[in-house]
């Protein structure tokens, strides 16, 4: 068995063959990390679980509410392969692999579908592997890109191989824009990022509110700035004008799990997530 397949690499992906000399940074925080850990993960340093604990002590939803958000993503993948056909997929701020993944998700629908992901984190790029487990007849690959960049994402090699332009594309991002505080900022980035693609392309986007919170998560997002992680909380109204120039679509922009709900989802108490997702057309 060759080292590729030993790793998990199969036919139909392509990614980097993560060097050991990468720099993890394993003495400051990390987003990513932050959230492996409060889910449960295993792939975080003791920095990012005394940053968790501490965040989790002002914010005691917050488990509930990331929980609520990556069953909305694979929601979101099922609802976009099944019910409107998309084939094509970039994802952008991928984050830890956490299964079920959003490739795994779309090609259960569609074997045939082809998923790109993209984060900048070194710790994703080390754990790229097992999001590059494509079915024979589609193919996933992973960039290592900045989404403030979105000029590079749309021009890497990777994209040209993974993903054609000409036919729809759903771009996700989903817990990201949160990170960055300015929405001229974010809306900028969305814009550049959807101008090249195809009509009938969607953006599916989830991000921070303290609407449904608002002492607990005002509370929480200082505590993830104090451990030197900026956050910021939308309203819906901010949320809403981010997809400006796109068509939302029904729902519209709701929090995570009133999105086409299951019974899980709606057995779930509004206070308790701080997340609203929206999924939106270009014309």
């Not at 929090?255 to 057995?267: N, Y």
Request: hydrophobic share 45%.
């Amino acid at each position: 068995m060759s080292e590729l397949a030993r790793a998990g690499h199969q036919p139909g992906s392509t990614g980097p063959d993560p060097s050991p000399g990468l720099d993890l940074r394993t003495d400051v925080p990390h987003s990513a990390r932050v959230y492996d850990h409060i889910l449960g993960g295993k792939e975080n340093f003791p920095v990012d679980r005394a940053a968790a604990a501490e965040i989790v002590r002002h914010w005691p939803n917050l488990p509930t509410s990331m929980r609520a958000n990556r069953q909305f993503m694979a929601r979101l993948a099922q609802v976009l392969a099944a019910e409107y056909g998309l084939r094509q997929f970039l994802d952008i701020g991928t984050g830890l692999p956490t299964p079920p993944n959003l490739h795994e998700v779309v090609q259960r629908v569609a074997p045939e579908s082809r998923i790109l992901y993209v984060d900048n984190d070194p710790i994703v790029l080390v754990h790229a592997r097992a999001l590059l487990t494509s079915t024979p007849a589609g193919r996933t690959a992973y960039l290592d890109a900045d989404l403030t960049d979105p000029d590079a994402v749309l021009a890497s090699e990777q994209l040209r191989d993974t993903l054609d332009l000409s036919r729809p594309v759903a771009v996700s991002l989903i817990a990201v824009v949160h990170f960055i505080g300015d929405d001229d900022v974010v809306r900028d980035i969305i814009t550049r990022l959807m101008r090249p693609l195809a009509p009938g392309s969607i953006l599916a986007l989830s991000t921070c509110t303290a609407d449904s919170a608002p002492e607990e998560v005002r509370v929480g997002v200082a505590a993830y700035n104090a451990s030197g992680i900026p956050l910021v909380a939308r309203t819906k109204a901010q949320v809403e004008a981010l997809f400006d120039g796109l068509d939302l679509i029904d729902p519209g922009v709701v929090l995570a799990h009133h999105w086409h709900p299951d019974a899980a989802a709606s057995a779930t108490d509004d206070a308790h997530v701080h997340m609203y997702g929206a999924i939106a057309r270009k014309r």
